[in-house]
């Protein structure tokens, strides 16, 4: 095997390592941006206490079963819903958003060397958690935004469209800026790791995140919506990335 294979699959194997660990970071930011707010807020003793769930192979590398364990019915009971909307949005806006935000602010002068995959991967897990909240489950019956729709006393369908400026900003900054920011440099010209940082970019957003809503129990608007970002998005998406980052800088 040639030593340019080699390192190409050395370097696939450290992506799936960071893309396994940011997507772990990503996660339990958001759950812990829930807990903290509710802890601030005097629902929960401990910011820390997730429900972790159990020890499955699901569990222990995507964190499956984790859950933020927050009373949400003693909020609900005691009359505080604004209070619940704040914890429920706390989740993809402070846990995943304004990390997004504060992140590439402090590195997008540093977007090469060792810790520029990280911080790519990162950036990535947060714009598609909030991706999965919005558009994907923005109007399903539970989750997160159905807990703030209900805790502000208004319709899924009312906030949705102020949720979805926000979203889409972000998610328009990401792969405006970030991805051809972020992938030339760590790609260095080769086309094999840049092929492979575009193909587990859109298969992670517009696929693992996207197609949350593909569960019946989110409801119809959400199957849509997950329709759209894996059969619609997800190929847009890759042919406008490999311009983006290879084919027009070759040119």
């Known amino acids: 095997m040639r030593a340019s294979v080699r390192s190409d699959i050395h370097f696939a194997m450290r992506t799936a390592i960071l893309i396994l660990v940011t997507h772990a970071v990503a996660y339990l930011t958001h759950e812990y941006a829930h807990t903290t707010m509710a802890w601030m807020l005097g629902y929960m003793t401990n910011p820390l206490a997730l429900d972790y769930g ?71 897990m947060c714009a598609g958690n909030v991706w999965s909240y919005v558009p994907i489950r923005a109007l399903a019956t539970h989750a997160d935004i159905a807990l703030a729709a209900r805790g502000l006393q208004i319709g899924t369908v009312a906030l949705f469209p102020l949720l979805m400026v926000p979203s889409m900003l972000l998610v328009g900054h990401f792969f405006a800026k970030a991805c051809p920011l972020f992938i030339r440099n760590i790609a260095q010209g080769n086309q094999a790791r840049a092929l492979l940082m575009i193909a587990m970019t ?28 894996e059969i619609v998005l997800l190929p847009i998406a890759l ?13």
């Open 239 to 251: 042919a406008v990335l490999w311009h983006q980052c290879v084919a027009d800088v070759d040119a």
């Open 54 to 124: 159990g020890l499955t192979p699901a569990n222990l590398i995507l964190l499956s079963d984790v859950d933020d364990n927050v009373p949400y019915d003693a909020v609900f009971a005691g009359g505080h819903g604004s209070a619940a909307a704040a914890i429920a949005l706390a989740g993809p806006f402070i846990g995943n958003a304004l990390l997004y935000v504060c992140l590439y602010a402090a590195c997008r002068r540093r977007a090469s060397g060792r810790m520029a995959a990280a911080t790519f991967w990162l950036l990535l």
């Open 202 to 229: 859109t298969t992670w957003f517009f696929s693992f995140f996207g197609r949350v809503g593909m569960s019946g129990s989110y409801g119809t608007a959400a199957q849509f919506f997950s329709i759209v970002s």
